[in-house]
């Protein structure tokens, strides 16, 4: 169709059509959704061809973020659309420059990889920008409170219940959870689920064997140290690089993984089968949040409708060595 007669529809200026079409400054949100609804009355889908989309994320240094923005990457291939990955501090100025630079690029969407979306009350400026300008843009690990996006996250409460009936089977009562920092969503979730999966089956105080830290081996080491002292015989941490850090602080104090103490990490990696013992790990499904991703991302750039309540992906546990029976009191180390 011609732009006049998409103007006439929605009851606005040809020029004004041409704007929200390649998604310039300048046009009232309003006006934004009136032309938008008149292209999906005429059956009018955006090319995504050639597009790029801007992936947020908070390191690449974390190799499950790296693993997440490569299969993002292999299924945005196929539909012509190119991710330009983009190393942020979640909720940070660099993190707004970016979606401010890159805008005007005719970016066709973007997403928010564990980024300030993961961050309650967080600044609202990037995913705001986005929104006056009418680019799509959904969420991993956590949704934005002021924002009407989709979100895919892996399914943290279900997660903690996997590590806490595993290491419950193995006689172990006393156990410890290495959460990341308070008001991180995904951590958030992980200690909800861990004190839920506790009280299910009547083992008391769990809250008392919650220690929050940084994502880092340091951070893993010093909470590692506090739930031994507690007298933890099996630990659960909310990422691998805690788990590696928490191997650190068992070996300090002369005490073995999984013979005195068993040890769970999270988010899985091929290295783990290396490490020694090899990590048994709660493994985000990469591949799932991946597809989802792609396919909800490329819906919102052809302006189809969408729904946009949070979908969570089942995690999976992935036994390896470093969990094992509890040592009986009085037992030889």
Known sequence: MRLSEIATIAGVSEATVSRVLNRKYGVAQKTREQVEAALREVGYE???KGEIVLILVPSLKGMIFAEMCNEIETYLSPYGLRAVICPVFPGSIVE????DMMIDK???GAIFLSSSNTMRNSDPVAHQLLESRGVPFLTVNGPFADADAPTVSTDDWHAAELSVAHLYDLGHRR???????TSNIPADRRVEGFVNAMDARDIPAAEELVVRVHYSIEGGRSAADELLSAGATAIIASSDDMALGA???ITRRGLRVPQDVSVIGYNDSYVLDFTDPPLTSVRQPIETIAEICTRTLVTMVQDRPIRTEEVLVEPE??????????RAAGSEP
Do not use: C, H, K, W
Request: glycine share 14%; hydrophobic share 40%.
């Open 96 to 99: 707004q420059d970016y979606v």
């Open 175 to 181: 156990i410890g959870l290495i959460a990341g920092p």
């Open 46 to 48: 955006r090319s995504v």
């Open 247 to 249: 191997y650190r602080a």
């Open 106 to 108: 005719g970016i066709a």
């Open 317 to 326: 546990l992935r036994v390896r060595r470093s969990t094992g029976p509890v």
